[in-house]
C-alpha cells in the first residue's frame, strides 16, 4: 500500500511543478510566437508524444457513440484552454494569471456537486477559501491588481472550459482507462487548433531557440504529464479530490519564474504562496477525504 500512496504523491506534485512551469514556458513561448501557434505547436508536439505511448499500450480506439463527447470535451479542455490562456497572458500580468486559473479547483468542485453528486464538505470549502485568499495575495504581490480587461475575461474562459473538462471526463474512465480517454481528448482538442497551421512553419523558421524549445517542453511535460496524473487521481478520488492541489500552482509558478525568467516575487507573493499552501493541507486532513486505503481498495485494477 506504500507505493500507491507515493503514486498518489507523485501524480499531486507533478500536476502542481509541472502545470505551474507552464506560465513561464507561455511567457517565453510568446516572445515568438502568435497565442493561436504557440496552442497548435504545443498540441501537436504533445499529440505526438501520446502517440508512441498509443503504440507501445496497443491503445484501443474509442467507441463511435462516444466520440461527439470526446471531440466536446477535447475542444473544451485543449483547444478553447491553451487559446484563451495564451491570449490571457498576451496582457495579463503573472499574478491576476495564476489567480484566476487557481479557481479551476472552486469551479470543479461547484460542477462535481451539482452534476455528480460529489461530496466536498464544509472542511475543503474551508480550505478552498483559505487557498484562495493565498492567491489573491500573490496577485497583489505581483502589483497587478484586479483590473476587468479582455485578457482577463480570456483567462477566466480558460479556466472554467479546463473545469468543465475535469469534471465530466471522469464518466469514461471506467470504460478506456485514463491514459487512453486522455489521449483521445488531446488528439480531439489538436484537430480543432489545425485551422491555425498556416503560417505555423514560417513562425518555427524564424522564432528563436529559446521560444521553441519551450513550446517543446510545454508540449511535452505541462500538456501530458500533468493531465495523466489528474485524470488517474481523479479516476480513484473524484474531480474535487484531484484538483484541489492546483490552489499550489501561482506559488510554484513564481518560484520557477524568478529562476527562469529572472522575476522576484515580493514578500507579499511568499506570503499568499504560504497561506495558499495552508489551504491545500486543510483540504487534505484526513477526516475531510477518504483515506487512500480504502480508495484503492474500491477501485478497479484496470484503473491503476
Not at 511567457?27 to 501557434?37: D, I, N, V
Not at 510545454?218 to 495523466?228: E, Q
Request: glycine share 10%; charged share 10%; hydrophobic share 50%.
Amino acid at each position: 500500500m506504500a507505493h500507491k500512496k507515493l503514486m498518489i504523491i507523485g501524480a499531486h506534485s507533478s500536476i502542481i511543478i509541472l502545470w505551474a512551469s507552464a506560465f513561464p514556458g507561455i511567457r517565453a513561448g510568446l516572445e515568438s510566437y502568435s497565442p493561436e501557434h504557440l496552442a497548435l505547436f504545443r498540441l501537436l508536439v504533445g499529440s505526438a508524444a501520446l502517440g508512441v505511448l498509443a503504440l507501445l499500450t496497443k491503445m484501443r480506439l474509442p467507441d463511435m457513440r462516444d466520440l461527439p463527447a470526446i471531440f466536446i470535451l477535447g475542444f473544451l479542455g485543449f483547444t478553447v484552454y491553451h487559446t484563451a490562456l495564451n491570449i490571457g497572458e498576451k496582457t495579463v500580468s503573472a499574478g491576476p494569471a495564476s489567480l484566476i486559473v487557481s479557481m479551476t479547483p472552486i469551479f470543479s468542485a461547484a460542477l462535481a456537486a451539482l452534476f455528480l453528486r460529489e461530496r466536498f464538505g464544509r472542511v475543503r470549502w474551508t480550505g478552498s477559501a483559505v487557498s484562495f485568499a493565498g492567491a489573491a495575495l500573490i496577485s497583489l504581490g505581483a502589483g497587478g491588481g484586479f483590473e476587468l480587461q479582455t485578457g482577463v475575461l480570456f483567462v477566466l474562459l480558460a479556466s472554467v472550459s479546463e473545469s468543465i473538462y475535469f469534471v465530466f471526463q471522469t464518466k469514461y474512465f471506467n470504460k478506456y482507462g485514463f491514459l487512453s480517454f486522455t489521449s483521445y481528448t488531446v488528439w480531439a482538442g489538436t484537430s480543432f487548433m489545425l485551422i491555425y497551421l498556416p503560417g505555423l512553419g514560417n513562425e518555427i523558421l524564424h522564432a528563436s531557440a529559446e521560444s521553441t524549445f519551450s513550446v517543446i517542453y510545454l508540449g511535452i511535460f505541462p500538456t501530458v504529464v500533468p493531465y495523466i496524473a489528474l485524470a488517474f487521481l481523479a479516476s480513484i478520488g473524484g474531480t474535487s479530490e484531484a484538483t484541489s492541489s492546483l490552489y499550489l500552482t501561482p506559488a510554484i509558478a513564481f518560484v520557477i519564474a524568478w529562476i527562469w525568467l529572472g522575476e522576484v516575487p515580493t514578500i507579499l507573493s511568499i506570503a499568499g504562496g504560504m497561506i495558499a499552501l495552508a489551504g491545500v493541507m486543510i483540504i487534505h486532513r484526513k477526516d475531510s477525504s477518504v483515506k487512500v486505503t480504502e480508495i484503492f481498495e474500491n477501485e478497479s485494477s484496470e484503473n491503476i
